[in-house]
């Protein structure tokens, strides 16, 4: 059987600016009753969580769904200490590690009454593994459930996951905010809609460029939650406006981890009473290269590319200096898996030389025929939102640099993932958000050849082999540095050339309690049903 990963200790959130208060007293007896005002920060192509890869529609609707197993929603730190039952009331390994069964609960229903039972089980993962008649639009995490040879319901509430190896990480997998179960009777086409869930909140209202709605479920499973009687989010893209509107009192929360260090300061200044936590996120800012478009299919431009990237000052001009630069994993110590910082020194652009890249990036390009008269235009495709934007701003001002002149092209929400999924962009800035700290989520999801999140078509069959290797391991020592030695490998290869890790902030007013801001994923903490508020 395989062994658990560690207990990691919880850690505080990190990088906090001294003047910010943070959240340590202990909050006083939950109320019941109140809307939360908050909002969003952009309109969410889809409500279907199985199917989408933001948290722009993980944050909206991540209540309204359950799952068989989730980490504790007041827990910063996910590990495979913090995950805990919710569908499932129990979970037991067989002796060869193959067969993962789960003991479900009983008596829940689905927001229109029916019954859940484990053919829902089932019908979600035929959906993900695309094994039954129906088909989701888009399937970003298909590649995780490729292990699962079959889901076995024995009964009503009982279901059996068999496995092709041992695979460590599957309760993680599992306990993802994305990994929803789906009703049978429900088509994938409703879900992006009218999703019907067996979560605390139930979806009222969802009108683009305008408001999503969420109300209660009075017939909830879990006694007593959720505390609220709704959420509001009012759909605000312009993130200077959601804050003053945050500052004026016209909002309760702001959208989680949009807080920048210098909207921070400003919020300590302006709301002294104000409530903020400030960390890791495991959200990376990466180069993606489309590497079937011509000049691009050649990996010496892509090489030069990554060695013009001076990732100091994209820490220091978007951050303040208050980020993390690392390999495809989260960097300790909020990170479980990431590589020490002595390893990264070796790897392509990461020397902290920009003088010494530079001139070996001119180089490569003096080779390839450019220079000083000949420079090379390109479009530098992003997301519509400050997050993406302001990056590639900085990334067009790198690339000048080796005489790649990089043109703005601004790219809606709702378009974004699809038009990277179709690979129609040839150079892009991107930030990839990965709902787990675990390695078969980053590897699997963004780097094997038939994932549609690869969207830089990086593909090596020897990489596969190590990524299922790694997979397999039980032994976590082992593991990590097989783990440290396949990321020193994707980031040589030029795979997707991760620029940094993210921190982010959420403020709320005094008067909001039961929120935990996790350090080490974007998409796990918004089941919302702890959340109360005092008035």
Not at 87 to 113: C, N, Q
Not at 481 to 507: F, S
Request: net charge neutral.
């Amino acid at each position: 059987m395989p062994k658990p990963f560690p207990r990691v200790a919880l850690i505080a959130l990190l990088a906090l600016s001294p003047a910010v208060p943070i959240a340590n007293a202990a909050d006083p007896v939950p109320k019941s009753g109140g809307t939360l005002r908050t909002y969003q920060r952009d309109n969410p192509a889809s409500a279907s969580l199985n199917e989408e890869a933001t948290y722009s529609t993980n944050v909206p609707f991540m209540s309204i769904f359950n799952n068989l197993v989730i980490y504790k929603q007041d827990a910063p730190q996910n590990s495979d200490a913090t995950i805990e039952p919710e569908l499932a009331t129990s979970w037991a390994w067989s002796t060869d590690s193959l067969s993962l069964t789960f003991k479900l609960r009983e008596g829940v229903k689905w927001h229109d009454g029916k019954p859940f039972t484990a053919r829902d089980v089932k019908c979600t993962f035929d959906l993900l593994q695309e094994k039954g008649t129906e088909r989701l639009r888009k399937n970003p995490r298909k590649l995780l459930w490729q292990n699962v040879q079959d889901v076995v319901p024995n009964g009503d509430f009982e279901v059996t996951f068999k496995l092709g190896r041992p695979q460590p990480s599957m309760l993680a997998l599992l306990a993802s905010g994305y990994t929803a179960m789906y009703p049978c009777h429900a088509t994938p086409a409703q879900q992006r809609t009218k999703p019907i869930g067996t979560g605390p909140f139930m979806l009222a209202e969802f009108k683009q460029n305008e408001v999503i709605r969420l109300v209660r479920n009075p017939n909830y499973w879990k006694p007593g939650r959720p505390y609220l009687d709704a959420i509001d989010l009012t759909i605000i893209t312009s993130r200077a406006t959601a804050m003053l509107a945050f500052q004026a009192g016209k909002l309760d929360m702001t959208f989680p981890l949009e807080v920048t260090p210098p909207i921070l300061r400003d919020i300590r200044q302006q709301m002294p009473k104000a409530i903020c936590t400030f960390g890791p996120m495991n959200v990376n800012e990466n180069l993606i290269v489309n590497r079937e478009k011509p000049p691009f299919d050649n990996a010496d431009i892509r090489k030069a590319m990554a060695l013009t990237i001076d990732r100091k000052a994209f820490v220091d001009i978007l951050f303040e200096g208050m980020a993390d630069i690392g390999g495809t994993l989260l960097p300790a110590p909020s990170g479980v898996w990431g590589m020490p910082a002595e390893m990264q020194r070796s790897m392509v652009g990461y020397d902290p030389d920009m003088t010494k890249n530079r001139a070996e990036a001119k180089a490569i390009m003096t080779k390839l025929g450019y220079g000083p008269d000949k420079h090379l235009a390109v479009k530098i495709s992003t997301r519509n939102i400050p997050s993406y934007r302001d990056p590639a701003v900085i990334l067009i001002d790198h690339l000048k640099e080796i005489w790649i002149d990089g043109e703005l092209d601004v790219v809606d929400t709702s378009m974004w993932f699809s038009k990277l999924a179709r690979k129609d962009y040839a150079v892009g800035l991107n930030l990839t958000g990965n709902a787990l700290d675990d390695p078969d989520q980053a590897f699997y999801e963004n780097f094997a050849c038939k994932s549609e999140r690869n969207y830089s078509q990086y593909c090596s069959a020897d990489m596969e082999k190590l990524f299922d290797q790694q997979s397999a391991e039980t032994n976590v020592e082992k593991r990590k540095k097989l783990v440290w030695e396949i990321d020193q490998k994707l980031q040589n290869d030029v795979a997707r050339p991760i620029i940094l890790h993210m921190r982010g902030g959420t403020c709320w007013q005094p008067e909001v309690h039961g929120f935990t801001q996790m350090v080490n994923s974007s998409y796990n903490g918004y089941r919302f049903e702890d959340l109360w508020i005092d008035r």
